[in-house]
């Protein structure tokens, strides 16, 4: 018996993975030049990891997004040494990469508390700057969330995430008979009666071409790098983006979805994986299952699919790929 629960009651949209914000370290204090007073340091501006923040409740408590740390104090004769300004804590979620503005990576907040400087206090006022106060260091950053799930839904758009994700918990997802109906990481969680639990990531539909950015592929793919496991959603049928786009089998799709994975970030492929084959209940699809099984067994054989992870590949190295069915997908479902 299984008793399903919410990761999050929220309406479908709201979901908010990442967020640009502006950090400023504390103005040094002011020297004291005739007795050699110093004044104090400016407070420093550090993000800090939370188990129960979101970026959505960042945004809506702080909607100016500015996050300033306060000014050291100034030498006087009662306390020569001046005092070290208040340092400014912003509160994230845990998995979040903290970038600067030109997109070079500063660091990630893998745990909670974990914490990172990213804007620093200016010096006091001493000898060596004539007494004078230095300003603090000014930053913009952007805060990336990569969502942190045990399983993470992966399939081209249309293949039945959403509804799975709605039968296995009281997650709400947009459902509907066309592509791209999610556009947002959906969450739920599996509750055990053992009080176990497991979330569940619903990640957008991919297109073939993600691991190049193509339909915001690496916003997406992104979420997968913080996924314990894969769970590969198939439509037995086979899909079709559209009527320009070529129509791929249910064994096509499986190795063109492996292929956008290992060509965004090989280490995608040691995670372990499940193979769900859905929309069982169409005609004639245990005879598509049966020779989906059969070329699962023998990829090799079937050489149109792997002609088109050539040219997929072909497109970001300029060399040939090593044929076959490479991600170690661990069991197969038909749903």
Not at 207 to 233: C, P, S, W
Not at 241 to 257: G, H, Q
Request: with cysteine; proline share 4%; charged share 25%.
């Amino acid at each position: 018996m299984v008793r399903c629960g919410c990761a999050w009651l929220r309406k479908y949209g709201n979901f908010i993975d990442n967020l640009r914000i502006f950090a400023k370290g504390g103005s040094g204090g002011m020297g004291y030049p005739r007795l050699g007073g110093e004044g104090g340091r400016g407070g420093d501006v550090w993000v800090v990891a939370h188990k129960h923040m979101t970026l959505k409740q960042l945004k809506n408590k702080y909607p100016q997004k500015r996050f300033v740390a306060g000014g050291g104090a100034n030498s006087r004769v009662s306390a020569l040494k001046g005092s070290k300004g208040k340092d400014c804590e912003i509160p994230v979620p845990v998995g979040v990469s903290v970038t600067d503005e030109n997109g070079r990576i500063i660091g990630e907040l893998n745990k909670e508390e974990d914490r990172m400087l990213v804007a620093k206090g200016g010096l006091g006022g001493k000898l060596h700057t004539n007494f004078l106060p230095l300003k603090g260091q000014k930053r913009i950053i952007h805060l990336d969330l990569k969502v942190i799930a045990d399983v993470g839904l992966v399939g081209f758009p249309n293949a039945g995430k959403s509804s799975l994700l709605s039968q296995v918990s009281h997650a709400r997802p947009e459902i509907a008979d066309y592509a791209f109906t999610t556009l947002k990481p959906e969450l739920g969680k599996i509750m055990y009666n053992d009080f176990k639990q497991i979330s569940v990531a619903d990640l957008p539909g991919l297109i073939e071409g993600a691991h190049m950015n193509k339909g915001m592929g690496h916003k997406f793919l992104k979420h997968l790098e913080r996924t314990r496991q894969l769970l590969f959603v198939v439509d037995i049928s086979g899909f079709q983006l559209s009527s320009v786009t070529p129509y791929r089998t249910a064994f096509e799709t499986i190795i063109l979805l492996t292929k956008e994975l290992e060509l965004y970030k090989e280490e995608l492929q040691t995670k372990p994986a499940l193979l769900a084959v859905n929309k069982m209940d169409l005609p004639d699809a245990q005879v598509k299952l049966d020779e989906l099984m059969e070329q699962l067994q023998n990829p090799t054989g079937y050489g149109r699919g792997l002609r088109d992870v050539a040219a997929i590949e072909s497109t970001r190295c300029g060399e040939g790929p090593e044929f076959g069915f490479q991600h170690p997908c661990q069991g197969l479902i038909a749903t």
